[in-house]
């Protein structure tokens, strides 16, 4: 389909940074940002109160019945931040445990948790002027998608972010932390349904050795330029 403006695709690993450059880039651009990241731990969440474990037969067609009833929406708060609803109930804190991203690590991998999820994502940011960010946006969700980049960084870097991140009152060691991060980019490398990858017209993002800001620079101007591309399409 033609659009007047991009959907920008913002893939990486854990820790990566994706959803600080994507909130700043989606401010800068007056985008409208979708967290992939928080709608599979919203489900992973919904799965665990319900007593659901990966693997059981019940878990497509309960996640399926979720997307189906609108239990899940982003909202806008007050303070200018997008919130997570559950049912109506504000999960954006809840989603943030250590628990929650591993078990959506491996909540993400079914098959039929992704094809539940593929038709919500794609109706939301169809019509461009968006920025999604998660592991397979590029690859699988929006692979027509006019601007695509690859965020990346080192494990050490990567893990420094995620520790400092972590809601729970009783927090890991960063060791701890680290080690997390490592055993899910494995597993996200590794699963057979949609893995974590580069595709091949994204550009890459090391934000190793780079101020959120530098990125959030790099990545505006280049959809800026795209953006002037599709004015001047036809």
Same mark, same amino acid.
């Given at each position: 389909?033609? %659009?007047? %403006? ?10 990566s940074?994706?959803?600080?450059v /994507?909130?700043? &880039?989606?401010?800068?651009l007056?985008?409208?940002v979708?967290?992939? @990241? ?10 665990? %109160?319900?007593?659901l ?20 929406a ?13 049912? @109506?109930?504000?999960v954006?804190l ?6 929650? /991203?591993a078990?959506? /690590?491996?909540v ?6 992704r ?7 794609r109706?939301? @940011? ?6 999604v960010?998660?592991?397979d946006i590029?690859s &699988? ?6 601007a ?7 494990? $050490? ?6 520790? %400092? ?7 890991p ?14 597993? $996200? ?18 934000s ?11 990545? &505006?101007?280049?959809?800026r ?10």
């Amino acid at each position: 389909m033609s %659009r007047s %403006r991009p959907i920008v695709a913002i893939d990486g690993p854990a820790g990566s940074g994706k959803t600080t450059v /994507s909130r700043l &880039v989606a401010q800068r651009l007056g985008y409208v940002v979708l967290d992939t @990241g928080a709608l599979y731990r919203t489900l992973a969440l919904a799965t665990s %109160r319900a007593g659901l474990e990966p693997g059981r037969d019940e878990l497509g067609p309960f996640c399926h019945e979720l997307v189906a009833r609108g239990a899940i929406a982003f909202q806008l708060g007050p303070d200018g931040t997008s919130r997570v609803l559950l049912d @109506g109930e504000d999960v954006s804190l809840a989603i943030r445990t250590p628990e929650m /991203s591993a078990r959506a /690590s491996v909540v993400s991998a079914l098959p039929a948790v992704r094809q539940a999820l593929l038709s919500l994502q794609r109706a939301m @940011g169809q019509g461009g002027g968006v920025v999604v960010e998660g592991r397979d946006i590029g690859s &699988v969700v929006f692979p027509d998608a006019e601007a695509k980049f690859f965020l990346t960084a080192s494990l $050490d870097r990567r893990a420094e972010r995620r520790f %400092r991140e972590l809601t729970t009152r009783d927090p890991p060691s960063l060791l701890s932390v680290k080690d997390q991060v490592s055993e899910r980019d494995q597993r $996200d490398s590794e699963r057979a349904v949609a893995p974590l990858l580069k595709p091949a017209d994204a550009e890459l993002m090391d934000s190793t050795d780079l101020g959120i800001e530098e990125v959030v620079d790099r990545i &505006v101007r280049s959809v800026r330029r795209t953006e002037a591309s599709l004015e001047a399409s036809p």
